[in-house]
């Protein structure tokens, strides 16, 4: 599998001091509790909790801007997205969805100018380069969560985030995650721009080749061969090596014995793979409460007291 990026770094790591309108940071944590902020990995000493990783962070970020700070925390250890006002004297609250910073085209562009994503996939790309892959696919994980969430899974910087999230999977030896998030890109491009379709279809099938268990074998597999009949129906399988990965598929497919359809019309409802929820693995996220507990600190009082 490859995956050509050729991002830079400008090189930001703080908003501008009067940035206007207010930019929202982010933090992610892992299920394994590995934490990120603005796209760097916290170093967790000792017992540390992420919580209170994160919102020493934040705090920096408003003591360094002499200004209230928000933020949103998407914690995947509860399933949890938690949005955050922090404060230059390190107290901190939670607030409702309807709190937060109202939505809109204008923060989007300030947030993103202030955190580049392509900044973001540069120091992906230099983890994994060192061969630090857990690192590097955390991070990817976390830039793919909130630019998903931001911007939706449709979206070309969500779906490119989650090609590279789908690579380090493969590289990491996950190739039913690597499978997983693959082909969830190949079925929005299936739907949304076919004619650049076949290349992340040929992606999620490099991944799927490897996978062992049988009935995610022929689950995921019958999938694909839909993706490909759909391509070569609109004379968009043009590419030998893609011509051979559905062939791939197709054989694999009749060895386990499963009915393999000769062909897949435009009209036949195996086109439906790109149909339905735009990314229905993707685990869904509860809003957080006001006022939640390990995001809660008193003025000059550390997390946790």
């Known amino acids: ?91 901190s609250r939670t607030i409702a969805d309807e709190e937060d910073l109202p939505p809109g085209r204008e923060r989007t562009a300030a947030e993103e100018e202030a955190f580049p994503p392509l900044a973001r996939v540069e120091r992906i790309l230099q983890h994994a380069q060192r ?62 721009d076919l004619p650049r379709a076949a290349p992340e279809v040929a992606r999620a099938t490099a991944a799927w080749q490897r996978l062992l268990d049988e009935g995610q074998v022929a689950t995921r597999g019958t999938e694909l061969l839909h993706m490909w009949e759909r391509l070569s129906a609109a004379d968009l399988l043009v590419e030998p090596s893609h011509q051979a990965l559905a062939q791939a598929v197709r054989s694999r497919l009749a060895r386990g014995g499963r009915s393999v359809p000769t062909s897949v019309s435009t009209s036949a409802p195996a086109l439906t793979a790109g149909h339905g929820p735009v990314a229905p693995e993707d685990k869904p996220l509860k809003p957080a409460r006001r006022g939640l507990r390990r995001f809660t600190r008193r003025p000059g009082r550390p997390a946790g007291s």
């Open 131 to 192: 061969e630090e892959l857990h690192a590097a696919f955390v991070l990817a994980s976390a830039l793919r969560e909130h630019l998903t969430l931001r911007r939706g899974a449709e979206d070309e910087l969500s779906l490119e985030a989650r090609a590279i999230e789908a690579y380090l999977a493969y590289l990491r030896g996950d190739y039913m995650l690597s499978t997983v998030l693959a082909l969830t890109v190949a079925r929005i491009r299936c739907r949304t």
């Open 1 to 91: 599998m490859n995956h050509a990026l050729t991002p830079r770094d400008e090189g930001h790591n703080l908003p501008a001091l009067a940035a206007h309108p207010l930019i929202r940071l982010d933090a992610y944590v892992a299920e394994d509790g590995s934490t990120v902020v603005n796209g760097h990995l916290l170093e967790m000493a000792g017992m540390r909790q992420p919580n209170e990783a994160i919102l020493d962070a934040i705090a920096m970020f408003a003591r360094t801007l002499r200004a209230p700070v928000a933020a949103t925390v998407i914690d995947r250890t509860v399933q949890q997205v938690a949005r955050l006002r922090v404060y230059p004297d390190g107290s």
